[in-house]
């Protein structure tokens, strides 16, 4: 059965007033849906009578004009998609119905968390942008737990900050990465990847295993592991390779509890992102093909 598609808030409550008994379960997407937001809309399926999701592309949260207009609109695929994933409300507002005329309200979080890695790249209006619209979104459907992927850590931890400090009533599930069989994580941006382009991004997962690899043998001084991780970059210029505390995002001299290591590089035209978390203990390296191994 196709989801019911609606464009504004009160539509939206209205249709999920009689469902909330069961559970609203809510993944916030921007559309051009693939495998990654696939595996979201599934959990969500697990364990909520009613799934709905969000397609809305946040013009607040692109540093560039070109990046956000290149950005691929595909409503009725997605719609398609999120069908047989079982979703059962896609709510996809313009954007005078999220920010009508007179909006003037920004939500900011602050210290460490917005400031580094993404936020030093892309400026700190990149998470205002995130947080005003996530809120703005969660108010809106008002779910029992809201899922995303742990590809956009920094985005994640914005999030959960952001909720625990306005006491939004919402769980905020992390579900692990979506990667493809060259272990490159998934993003709506990878359609945007020529051919060629797409065998050099292959480097970016090679680099996160390596460094993964490393650490398993002992290695735990940030410096030691980010300079692996650009050895494998050897053919790209990375914005930054970094690794911070995986719940602060502050910067860790030695890695003695869970740490998140994330990049920022642009191959061709896409800016890719990717992590991974570095924890004593824990060992869940990324998977790579045959090819792949042979490669690094």
């Known amino acids: 059965m196709s989801p019911r598609i609606v464009r504004t808030v009160a ?72 069908a047989t994933a079982g979703v059962d409300v896609v709510f996809a507002p313009s954007v005078a119905e999220m920010y009508p005329s007179g909006f003037a309200t920004t939500v900011s979080v602050g210290g460490a968390i917005t400031g580094t890695l993404e936020g030093a790249e892309r400026g700190r209006s990149h998470f205002d942008g995130v947080a005003t619209v996530v809120a703005k979104l969660l108010l809106a459907v008002q779910p029992d737990r809201a899922y995303f992927g742990a590809k956009d850590a920094q985005q994640v931890v914005v999030v959960r900050r952001m909720v625990a400090d306005l006491g939004i009533p919402v769980e905020i599930v992390t579900r692990p990465t979506s990667r493809d069989t060259d272990g490159l994580a998934r993003s709506s941006r990878n359609m945007r990847l020529s051919p060629d382009d797409r065998a050099i991004a292959a480097a970016i997962p090679r680099a996160l295993r390596a460094a993964q690899d490393a650490f398993a043998d002992g290695i ?77």
Do not use: C, K, W
């Open 11 to 82: 539509e939206l409550r209205a249709v999920l007033a009689p469902r909330r008994a069961d559970g609203v379960g809510f993944v916030p997407t921007m559309g051009a849906l693939h495998e990654g937001h696939l595996s979201l809309l599934r959990a969500a399926r697990d364990t909520n009578g009613t799934v709905a999701l969000s397609i809305f592309v946040n013009p607040t949260q692109f540093g560039e004009a070109a990046d956000l207009n290149a950005y691929p609109r595909t409503e009725a695929a997605d719609v398609a998609l999120a």
């Open 220 to 296: 735990r001084d940030p410096h030691t592991l980010t300079a692996t991780v650009r050895a494998e970059l050897s053919d790209l210029e990375p914005e930054y390779v970094e690794i911070v505390d995986a719940d602060s995002l502050d910067p860790i001299d030695e890695i003695e509890r869970p740490a998140l290591l994330a990049l920022a590089v642009r191959v061709g035209p896409v800016r890719l992102i990717d992590n991974v978390v570095l924890a004593p203990g824990v060992d869940d390296r990324i998977a790579l093909s045959t090819a792949e191994r042979s490669h690094a």
